[in-house]
């Protein structure tokens, strides 16, 4: 059996082991495997995030609020272990502008902006694909060119796996959830 995760680096669970240490304190050590930032406050003192963009997935701010820290967290959701693969999903968003500026507004009325022009291929996207698929080398998990024959032949190795089953296939040729 081989097995694929879906590597989701824009996406933070929130009671996920390493989340709750970085969530833990400004000296934790797994503090940046998060993006971190502190509120920007209005004229009336009041905290808001650091910048207006909007979440792709179910709109509202791409920050969240995490009172115990009182700091803002970005929450855009091992090869070792025997894992033949990732699903690199939203890869054109790994990369932002350091600077995490607000975007214009377009949407009047809203507080949360879209921001696709800002958290889309970013300035170090390509250093960064460039860096996963020399780690994924490393491991002979790099996609090859297939044939549309191989292709079929998995697609229906994985349904006669489940056939009788009440399991549902989760073989895709292109798919996003």
Request: proline share 6%; glycine share 6%.
């Amino acid at each position: 059996m081989k097995i694929t995760l879906d590597l989701a680096i824009n996406h933070t669970f929130d009671q996920h082991a390493w989340f709750q240490s970085s969530k833990s304190g400004r000296q934790s050590e797994k503090r940046d495997w998060n993006i971190w930032k502190p509120a920007v406050y209005d004229h009336r003192g009041r905290g808001h995030p650091p910048n207006n963009w909007r979440a792709i997935f179910g709109g509202g701010s791409v920050w969240e609020w995490d009172e115990q820290s009182q700091e803002y967290y970005l929450h855009l959701f091992s090869l070792e272990k025997g894992v033949d693969g990732f699903i690199i999903d939203t890869v054109n968003m790994y990369s932002k502008p350091s600077s995490y500026p607000s975007v214009a507004p377009t949407d009047s009325g809203a507080v949360a902006q879209p921001a696709h022009t800002l958290c889309c291929n970013g300035p170090k996207i390509h250093e960064y694909r460039r860096e996963i698929g020399s780690m994924l080398k490393k491991y002979d998990t790099v996609p090859r060119n297939f044939a549309l024959p191989q292709f079929k032949n998995a697609v229906r190795s994985t349904r006669d796996l489940i056939k009788g089953t009440d399991v549902w296939t989760t073989t895709f040729l292109e798919n996003h959830d």
